[in-house]
T-cell receptor, first 110, second 115 residues
Framework: GDSVTQMEGPVTLSEEAFLTINCTYT??????LFWYVQYPGEGLQLLLK?????DKGSNKGFEATYRKETTSFHLEKGSVQVSDSAVYFC?????????FGTGTRLQVTL | DTAVSQTPKYLVTQMGNDKSIKCEQN?????MYWYKQDSKKFLKIMFS???????INETVPNRFSPKSPDKAHLNLHINSLELGDSAVYFC??????????????FGPGTRLTVL
């Protein structure tokens, strides 16, 4: 079946540091790929998405590029802020459902 | 202006009880979902409904029964609650069925604690 693998957290960074959260997927066919973010005490929100190979999704300074050759969709941000502290979920969408990774907690400190 | 709402936000109950969680979306979406998030934050789909019809039923115990009175509502009823049912349950909706390109909008979650 489909699966999504994310790097284990927590990831702790100082403000203005560079962020990478790795995500790889296995899927039959060509999935759409998503990053969702969950702030403390809230539900998940879409952060960005890409629907085909080589597409780059971007939002709020975060970026991820759909790499079919490496089956990856790594999340990056050049300069994190304390307000970015949250849990980040990578997901692949095929057929009739989303498959989520296990989530990566990001903690940004001053 | 809440897009996807769930009630209650917190639910604490004894083992063996029956409880329900309600979900409503005002986005006009055709598809709704229930997810379970365990204590390690792992998120797994349980059910999805499209226009009141069941589309996905993952390997969920029969004690869980979703009910969709109309396409704006998808309620989750749980019979004979067990300790392992303790989790956060998220409702979500999307315009179209599935995860190909469509964004899913999530509710705030219901934290269920079974004692």
């Amino acid at each position: 079946g489909d699966s999504v693998t994310q790097m284990e957290g927590p990831v702790t960074l100082s403000e203005e540091a560079f962020l990478t959260i790795n995500c790889t997927y296995t899927a039959t066919g060509y999935p759409s790929l998503f990053w969702y973010v969950q702030y403390p005490g809230e539900g998940l929100q879409l952060l960005l998405k890409a629907t085909k190979a080589d597409d780059k999704g971007s939002n709020k300074g975060f970026e991820a590029t759909y790499r079919k050759e490496t089956t990856s969709f790594h999340l990056e941000k050049g300069s994190v802020q304390v307000s970015d502290s949250a849990v980040y979920f990578c997901a692949s969408g095929t057929a009739s459902k989303l498959t989520f990774g296990t989530g990566t907690r990001l903690q940004v400190t001053l | 202006d809440t897009a996807v709402s769930q009630t209650p936000k917190y639910l604490v109950t004894q083992m063996g009880n029956d409880k329900s969680i309600k979900c409503e979306q005002n986005l006009g979406h055709d598809t709704m979902y229930w997810y379970k998030q365990d204590s390690k934050k792992f998120l797994k789909i349980m059910f999805s409904y499209n226009n009141k019809e069941l589309i996905i039923n993952e390997t969920v115990p029969n004690r869980f029964s979703p009910k969709s009175p109309d396409k704006a509502h998808l309620n989750l009823h749980i019979n004979s609650l067990e300790l392992g049912d303790s989790a956060v349950y998220f409702c979500a909706s999307s315009q179209e069925e599935g995860g190909i390109t469509d964004t899913q909008y999530f509710g705030p979650g219901t934290r269920l604690t079974v004692l």
